[in-house]
């Protein structure tokens, strides 16, 4: 085991390296074989030595170690089988140490020694290396040799485990024999209780601690620390807390831990912490409630009893801490209180007075769990009320319970003459004024709700009044008569185990206080060793790492990561300390954050560009800063000197569209106006036409119109002139009857008569032909369909047809026929049989239709 001056502890682990910060595991490997051997230069250089290999760790840029073997024979190694159990540094040489051989590595190159026998051991004191050798004894290795330093005699026959100067000559630490001091060329034995503990106990690895002390690690017992002088200081063993008693190696590290290779695992004990915890690992006293110190006699109350012990014997020199519990204690004691020189108990059962050996029991008011003097009286907070007790000759005697105030009072604080504070638990804390008869006159109030947290605790300093939860510290300010919360005060424990509600140790002598934890008790040490030295204490970076959803890189200092890892996570630690708070910032502009005991900062998606974070760490009232560490978030894609290329040209080569599809947008613009011109010249043309043809249709309706109005009046005009006719043919029908008359007579006239007549017929018959001619003419196509479709459609039936056609009415009809209208609508419906017309057809749409 190793550990660097930043604290970073190294173990040497089954095939590579282990590296523990005080909250993180690390495991490295790369060299062959079980590690056995391990030297610490510092946190970026480490040699280790295997039981086939040695070599060098070198820290790369993203925390991690990589190996280099420096071994010669490292492809013959298992034909060789040197196995290298110690590793020394001598000024700028590297020592790597096997049974027969010594390697020195120095400014890159190699020399081995060989052994003059068989190497047993090898030690390092007073800044020189000392070896032991089978045949030769304790050698010192000088200028690449080894020279003679004790020739053992033939009867000693003891393997040594360590080496160390004391009063001009050497103590030298034996497995089996205890301890041997060597001086003026004399071995002789120590005799002392030390190297008799250590001869039955088997000491196995040896560790200077400091300047005065040793510590020695033993097969059977466990650990030894004692002084120069030999006297034992510190005896830790499986009962104290040890995971066994066999310690095969051990190293103590400038923060002043002590750390320990078992058998099984690793331990540590942190010799400069001012705790001393006991833990009850053999059930022999429980969980420490309260204590105190009377006569030299430690008086211990637990959930088991009151228990006594010498003061002296509580030393960690001892095998084991001894209680004896006094009689008729059993159960939970709650307080201890020496007044007027009489010792009291609190007890689950009552008051009891305790006298060395013995307790009388002073009241049967059960559950005391406070008790406070209070003028002539004596006040005990009871699981239910407040008992007040007065003094009888030598013995306190119970009074009375205080009216008013009901409940389980677990703290009385006086403040002044007659004010009284008390403290109940799931209810909340009361203000009382006492007359002279102890009767509560007045009662503030202050229920537990108005109290943010939990465990409230009453604390009188300075003349005021405090309240203390696990979260929050309020006043009472009398001018309001309230609490005022005073600001956030999260108790941290100072001791591992400590019970809650637990905010003020009790005070057991000037030097020492009592805490109550878990399953047993700690005492802390007040006053400072002026021996133990200051470790350097630093801020180390221990990772740096990008991530998104799918992937996690480490980093280093100054690196350079791709926009979509923009996510970090950054692990500062001060190594192997304790109740260190740390804060960081990010940039100079940024503000710094809460203080905290988290070490791990986290970033979630950052913008591109250069990042400094600021941390400092604090730790006994000391601020620890750290340089910047630097990052770089790389822009994005579109961000990037090509995608501006890419954007440049995607530009131009828009522009170019944008122009290219303007001119052809253009083009095609003059080409649609064009076209649209000529569809408008085209629409303008057809509306022309249109208008032409619809002036045209007009002009051949008016035409139409005029020549039907035209047809009609010569239609009329020839139906008179019909009917003329007609009536001059009467006339002459009745002329020609007349002259039929006139034939009767014997005739001068008949030829005449004859001539008349056939005048006449051909008169007539011109006549009547006249009209058909007429008609034939005005309506000749329309005659010709007619007789083609209708043979059986006489001349009067055509006439009454193209009268129909021509639009004349039945009135006007009759008047050219020459008939009455009922007679017309008789004609027209012989007209429609002709025609073969049904009933719903129309018979001037169909007429107009032929």
């Not at 008179?720 to 029908?733: F, G, Q, S």
């Not at 002329?735 to 056939?758: S, T, V, Y």
Request: net charge negative.
């Amino acid at each position: 085991m190793g550990s660097a001056p930043n604290g970073i502890v190294y173990f040497a682990a089954d095939g590579g390296l282990l590296e523990y910060d005080g909250k993180t595991w690390k495991s490295f490997r790369g060299s062959i074989g079980f590690t056995r051997s391990i030297l610490v230069v510092n946190d970026s250089l480490i040699f280790t030595g295997s039981d086939l290999d040695f070599g060098v760790w070198h820290r790369n840029k993203y925390q991690d170690f990589e190996y280099t073997s420096l071994y010669p024979f490292r492809e013959d190694a298992f034909d060789i089988s040197e196995e290298f159990w110690q590793i020394h540094q001598l000024q700028d040489a590297i020592l790597f140490v096997s049974s027969r051989n010594i390697y020195v590595y120095r400014n890159e190159q190699l020399v081995k020694v060989a052994a003059p026998s068989s190497f047993s051991g090898s030690f390092k004191a007073n800044g020189q290396v000392y070896f032991t050798d089978e045949s030769q004894g304790l050698l010192v290795f000088e200028d690449f040799s080894l020279k003679k330093v004790i020739d053992f005699p033939d009867q000693f026959n003891a393997r040594i485990t360590g080496i160390y100067q004391h009063e001009n000559g050497w103590v030298i630490v034996t497995r089996d024999l205890g301890l041997y001091h060597f001086a003026d060329g004399t071995l002789s034995p120590l005799n002392n209780e030390l190297s008799e503990e250590l001869k039955a106990a088997k000491v196995f690895s040896f560790e200077r601690i400091g300047e005065k002390h040793y510590a020695f690690g033993t097969v059977l017992k466990g650990l030894y620390i004692a002084d120069m002088d030999g006297k034992i200081i510190h005896y830790v063993n499986r009962q104290k807390g040890l995971p066994s008693n066999t310690i095969l190696s051990m190293h103590y590290s400038p923060a002043g831990k002590l750390w320990l290779g078992m058998d099984y695992g690793i331990s540590v004990l942190d010799l400069k912490n001012n705790f001393t915890t006991f833990h009850d690992y053999r059930g022999d006293f429980g969980t420490g409630h309260t204590a105190i110190l009377k006569d030299n006699i430690f008086y211990l109350g637990t959930n088991q009893g009151l228990y006594r012990s010498g003061w002296d014997e509580l030393n960690n020199n001892r095998e084991i801490f001894r209680f004896q519990l006094i009689a008729d204690t059993e159960g939970q004691v709650w307080t201890l209180e020496n007044i007027n020189n009489t010792l009291l108990m609190g007890h689950d059962r009552g008051l009891f007075m305790v006298l060395e050996n013995t307790v009388e029991k002073l009241s049967d008011q059960d559950g005391v769990w406070t008790i406070v003097p209070y003028k002539d009286y004596l006040l005990t907070g009871n699981y239910n009320g407040i008992s007040i007790f007065r003094k009888s000759g030598n013995k306190w005697t119970f009074l009375k319970k205080m009216d008013l105030i009901l409940g389980s009072c677990s703290q009385l604080i006086i403040e002044k003459d007659n004010i009284l504070w008390v403290n109940i638990p799931n209810f909340g804390i009361i203000r009382a004024v006492l007359d002279q008869d102890l009767n509560p006159v007045e009662r503030l109030i202050f229920p537990k709700d108005i109290f943010e947290g939990d465990d409230a605790f009453i604390l009188k300093n300075e003349m005021e009044i405090h309240v203390f939860t696990d979260r929050y510290q309020y006043t009472y300010n009398h001018s309001e008569n309230e609490f005022i919360q005073a600001k956030e005060s999260k108790v941290f424990p100072e001791v591992e185990g400590q019970l809650a509600g637990v905010y003020l140790p009790i005070a057991l002598h000037p030097d020492y206080e009592f805490f109550p934890v878990y399953n047993g008790f700690a005492l802390k040490f007040l006053s400072t060793d002026a021996e133990t030295r200051t470790a350097d204490i630093s801020l180390t970076l221990r990772r740096i790492e990008a991530f998104n959803n799918h992937e996690r890189v480490l980093l280093y200092p100054g690196a350079r990561v791709p926009y979509q890892l923009n996510n970090f996570q950054i692990e500062c630690i001060v190594p192997n300390q304790n109740d260190v708070l740390y804060q960081y910032k990010l940039n100079d502009k940024g503000e710094w954050s809460e203080w905290g005991q988290d070490n791990t900062i986290e970033f979630l998606n950052l913008k591109h560009g250069e990042y400094n974070l600021f941390v400092r760490a604090l730790i006994h009232d000391m601020v620890i800063d750290k340089p910047a560490i630097t990052f770089r978030v790389a822009a994005p894609w579109y961000f990037t000197w090509y995608a501006y290329v890419i954007y440049f040209l995607v530009l131009a080569l828009l522009i170019y569209i944008i122009i290219s599809w303007q001119k052809v947008s253009l083009k095609k613009q003059k080409k649609q106006m064009l076209l649209k011109e000529q569809n408008s010249l085209r629409q303008q043309t057809e509306k022309h036409k249109q208008e032409i043809t619809l002036l045209e249709k007009k002009r051949f309706q008016a035409e139409y119109d005029q020549l039907k109005q035209q047809l009609k009046s010569k239609t009329i005009e020839l139906a008179n002139k019909a009917r003329d006719n007609e009536e001059k043919n009467r006339l002459l029908l009745a002329l020609k009857e007349k002259c039929e008359k006139a034939q009767q007579n014997p005739a001068l006239f008949d030829i005449k008569w004859g001539e008349m007549q056939r005048i006449l017929d051909t008169y007539l018959k011109i006549e009547d032909k006249t009209f058909e001619i007429q008609m034939d003419e005005l309506h000749q196509e329309f005659f010709k369909k007619l007789k083609e479709n209708f043979p059986d459609l006489s001349n009067n039936d055509l006439r009454m047809c193209a009268y129909l056609k021509i639009g004349l009415n039945t009135k006007e009809i009759a008047e050219i026929l020459n008939i009455q209208p009922s007679s017309f609508y008789i004609s027209r419906s012989r007209l429609r049989k002709k025609l073969n017309l049904k009933p719903e057809e129309d018979l001037y749409s169909f007429l107009n239709g032929v």
